[in-house]
């Protein structure tokens, strides 16, 4: 068990925290104040935290994965170090519940924010907790400090296209748009196929900006020419000029990383193009919206700048869509259908037969039961407050209306996911949702780990008393805040890289192998992180999927004791799921090792 304590309390004093504002004139000629640099830990207890080694785990590779995907380049051109990234998250959200209680007239006590913000600094720096991975990169950064694009601090998101074609949406291509928008951003989107219907082409011009909104509204643009069912036209090309977008290897200095150039948006153009002449005057298939969002999603992580990821729903009596990973039948759909988890709206008492004939040759489609989604929060403790839920997250183990996004998370975890809560996207169907339901998602990992030391009955101990101190501080915090309390508090997500930084098995998950095994980790061939591997012994090679990426291995212990996941049964592992089961939403993680 770890001694170590919070170095004592340091701060300012009140008088200098009230400097950071300034006078604004309104339009009724009223003066307010406005808050600037509202909060910033004390340089003193940061920098007592500068020479310690943080606790990366699995033998260097949880370091390479936070240098690689965590670590923003500084005005200087160097990477922060992990010091460094804690701070800018922890200042970005105390910055944030400051503006919050600025704004809405509540109180503010100095001291009392520096000491919470020292205790959440010293728990990240630890592992005792994490953010989710959205927001060790984007939580104060210049994406959230000047751009305000809030969305980034999101893990994932659902839309419909149930609504596509209703006369007062901005057009069929909104929910394409949406998911374009928000892969862009880094977040993860599921989708359904409920839109499936008739389509019409037209055409127009344009000239593609620089920008993430620049590619995002080509999409749209191009999807609602062949769509908008208001213009009986066919048009069969659309003019773009691609001559304002930067070349690749070019810097991103609001989300970071460098441009991929044109070419992908080349790309997905043209294979929208494909896609839609095939459905012309004929019912928008069930494949075509499939093949649209894949299609997005591959454009989006082209050149391993951004990472999204994307699930879709459809009807398992639809053998068109239960089919869409059969590469025999769909042989084209191999060079993106590994884009999206495919998944089937299941009903209780269905016939599981010819689902589960195509689930045993690929591992899918998942079963998502929508009718358990919405009565209950925690199985067996009935509540009906997500009555409104249409789908779930890319890894569905958040249940999520249309349009809302969804944010992973004890006390300093919980009170970061409701922070995000606070903070409006440029979305509003997005915000009237989020305000709504202030979903959250306090999340476990190193499950896998835990059960292997101290067992399942232990595991579900800890969870149902976790559960219910959760839901005391939802009260607490959200008293404090002036906010609703949570519609959900609590997940089990299966967590990406961010479990890696600590040494965790992700989730729920059980590791491929037996206790020695060897992690992946794939890097652009332009990261430095390659040639600092390779003297090192590591083994290098090309990535299958991505050309413009290298993956290096790394040999890893998950563990005495930890069972690999062939040596898990079914059963097992069905177990640990009843064992965990617990709300979801906004999500952090905390390690249970």
Same mark, same amino acid.
């Given at each position: 068990?770890?001694?170590?304590?919070?170095?004592?309390?340091?701060?300012?004093?009140?008088?200098?925290?009230?400097?950071?504002?300034?006078?604004?004139?309104?339009?009724?000629?009223?003066?307010? $104040?406005?808050?600037?640099?509202?909060?910033?830990?004390?340089?003193?207890?940061?920098?007592?935290?500068?020479?310690?080694?943080?606790?990366?785990?699995?033998?260097?590779?949880?370091?390479?994965?936070?240098?690689?995907?965590?670590?923003?380049?500084?005005?200087?051109?160097?990477?922060?170090?992990?010091?460094?990234?804690?701070?800018?998250?922890?200042?970005?959200?105390?910055?944030?519940?400051?503006?919050?209680?600025?704004?809405?007239?509540?109180?503010?006590?100095?001291?009392?924010?520096?000491?919470?913000?020292?205790?959440?600094? *010293?728990?990240?720096?630890?592992?005792?907790?994490?953010?989710?991975?959205?927001?060790?990169?984007?939580?104060?950064? #210049?994406?959230?400090?000047?751009?305000?694009?809030?969305?980034?601090? =999101? =893990?994932?998101?659902?839309?419909?296209?149930?609504?596509?074609?209703?006369?007062?949406?901005?057009?069929?291509?909104?929910?394409?748009?949406?998911?374009?928008? #928000?892969?862009?951003?880094?977040?993860?989107?599921?989708?359904?196929?409920?839109?499936?219907?008739?389509?019409?082409?037209?055409?127009?011009?344009?000239?593609?900006?620089?920008?993430?909104?620049?590619?995002?509204?080509?999409?749209? %643009?191009?999807?609602?020419?062949?769509?908008?069912? #208001?213009?009986?036209?066919?048009?069969?090309?659309?003019?773009?000029?691609?001559?304002?977008?930067?070349?690749?290897?070019?810097?991103?200095?609001?989300?970071?990383?460098?441009?991929?150039?044109?070419?992908?948006?080349?790309?997905?153009?043209?294979?929208?193009?494909?896609?839609?002449?095939?459905?012309?005057?004929?019912? %928008?298939?069930?494949?075509?919206?499939?093949?649209?969002?894949?299609?997005? /999603?591959?454009?989006?992580?082209?050149?391993?700048?951004?990472?999204?990821?994307?699930?879709?729903?459809?009807?398992?009596?639809?053998?068109?869509?239960?089919?869409?990973?059969?590469?025999?039948? =769909?042989?084209?759909?191999?060079?993106?259908?590994?884009?999206?988890?495919?998944?089937?709206?299941?009903?209780?008492?269905?016939?599981?037969?010819?689902?589960?004939?195509?689930?045993?040759?690929? /591992?899918?489609?998942?079963?998502?039961?929508? *009718?358990?989604?919405?009565?209950?929060?925690?199985?067996?403790?009935?509540?009906?407050?997500?009555?409104?839920?249409?789908?779930?997250?890319?890894?569905?183990?958040?249940?999520?209306?249309?349009? $809302? %996004?969804?944010?992973?998370?004890?006390?300093?975890?919980?009170?970061?996911?409701?922070?995000?809560?606070?903070?409006?996207?440029?979305?509003?169907?997005?915000?009237?949702?989020?305000?709504? =339901?202030?979903?959250?998602?306090?999340?476990?990992?190193?499950?896998?780990?835990?059960?292997?030391?101290? /067992?399942?009955?232990?595991?579900?101990?800890?969870?149902?008393?976790?559960?219910?101190?959760?839901?005391?501080?939802?009260?607490?915090?959200?008293?404090?805040?002036?906010?609703?309390?949570?519609?959900?508090?609590?997940?089990?997500?299966?967590?990406?890289?961010?479990?890696?930084?600590?040494?965790?098995?992700?989730?729920?998950?059980?590791?491929?192998?037996?206790?020695?095994?060897?992690?992946?980790?794939?890097?652009?061939?332009?990261?430095?992180?390659?040639?600092?591997?390779?003297?090192?012994?590591?083994?290098?090679?090309?990535?299958?999927?991505?050309?413009?990426?290298?993956?290096?291995?790394?040999?890893?212990?998950?563990?005495?004791?930890?069972?690999?996941?062939?040596?898990?049964?079914?059963?097992?592992?069905?177990?640990?799921?009843?064992?965990?089961?617990?709300?979801?939403?906004?999500?952090?993680?905390?390690?249970?090792?």
């Amino acid at each position: 068990m770890s001694t170590h304590r919070v170095p004592r309390l340091r701060t300012r004093l009140p008088s200098e925290e009230q400097q950071h504002t300034k006078q604004t004139t309104t339009s009724t000629g009223l003066t307010s $104040k406005e808050p600037t640099a509202s909060f910033s830990l004390d340089r003193d207890f940061v920098n007592s935290y500068s020479e310690r080694t943080p606790p990366f785990g699995f033998n260097g590779l949880g370091e390479m994965v936070y240098r690689r995907t965590y670590a923003r380049l500084k005005p200087d051109s160097s990477r922060e170090r992990w010091h460094e990234t804690v701070e800018r998250v922890v200042n970005g959200t105390f910055r944030r519940l400051y503006e919050w209680k600025h704004h809405s007239g509540l109180p503010w006590d100095v001291s009392e924010a520096q000491r919470r913000a020292q205790t959440m600094y *010293d728990k990240i720096f630890l592992m005792k907790f994490l953010p989710p991975g959205r927001g060790l990169w984007a939580m104060g950064s #210049a994406l959230t400090e000047d751009r305000k694009l809030y969305a980034a601090l =999101n =893990n994932c998101a659902f839309v419909s296209t149930r609504t596509m074609w209703d006369r007062q949406m901005e057009g069929p291509a909104k929910p394409f748009a949406f998911l374009m928008d #928000a892969a862009m951003l880094g977040v993860g989107v599921g989708f359904d196929t409920l839109g499936a219907q008739v389509a019409r082409v037209r055409n127009m011009p344009f000239r593609i900006p620089d920008s993430r909104e620049g590619w995002v509204e080509s999409v749209r %643009l191009l999807i609602d020419s062949y769509l908008n069912t #208001a213009n009986n036209r066919l048009c069969l090309s659309y003019s773009f000029d691609y001559g304002a977008v930067r070349p690749a290897g070019q810097p991103i200095r609001g989300f970071g990383g460098v441009t991929s150039g044109p070419g992908p948006l080349i790309e997905l153009h043209a294979a929208i193009r494909s896609t839609l002449q095939r459905n012309a005057r004929e019912p %928008l298939s069930v494949t075509s919206i499939v093949d649209l969002m894949n299609l997005i /999603g591959k454009c989006v992580v082209s050149g391993n700048v951004r990472r999204t990821a994307e699930i879709a729903f459809g009807d398992p009596d639809d053998a068109e869509y239960v089919d869409l990973k059969n590469y025999d039948k =769909n042989p084209h759909r191999m060079a993106y259908g590994w884009t999206s988890n495919n998944s089937v709206f299941a009903r209780l008492g269905m016939d599981y037969t010819d689902v589960c004939k195509r689930v045993a040759a690929n /591992g899918e489609p998942g079963f998502q039961w929508m *009718d358990n989604a919405r009565r209950f929060g925690r199985m067996g403790e009935p509540n009906g407050r997500d009555a409104r839920i249409e789908g779930a997250n890319p890894c569905n183990e958040q249940a999520l209306e249309s349009y $809302k %996004l969804c944010c992973f998370g004890r006390d300093c975890a919980f009170l970061y996911a409701k922070t995000v809560t606070l903070l409006p996207t440029h979305w509003p169907d997005t915000n009237a949702v989020m305000l709504r =339901n202030r979903r959250i998602g306090t999340s476990v990992s190193g499950i896998a780990q835990f059960v292997t030391h101290r /067992g399942i009955g232990e595991l579900h101990r800890w969870l149902d008393s976790a559960y219910h101190r959760v839901q005391d501080i939802d009260r607490k915090v959200s008293e404090e805040l002036c906010v609703a309390t949570s519609v959900k508090t609590t997940t089990v997500k299966p967590s990406g890289t961010v479990s890696l930084l600590a040494g965790a098995t992700p989730g729920i998950h059980y590791p491929p192998n037996r206790a020695s095994a060897s992690g992946a980790c794939a890097f652009q061939r332009t990261r430095i992180c390659c040639q600092r591997c390779a003297p090192q012994g590591n083994h290098i090679e090309e990535d299958a999927v991505d050309k413009t990426s290298r993956v290096i291995e790394f040999p890893i212990d998950h563990g005495e004791g930890v069972r690999g996941l062939k040596d898990v049964s079914m059963w097992e592992q069905l177990s640990l799921a009843r064992a965990s089961s617990a709300p979801s939403g906004p999500t952090t993680k905390c390690l249970a090792l």
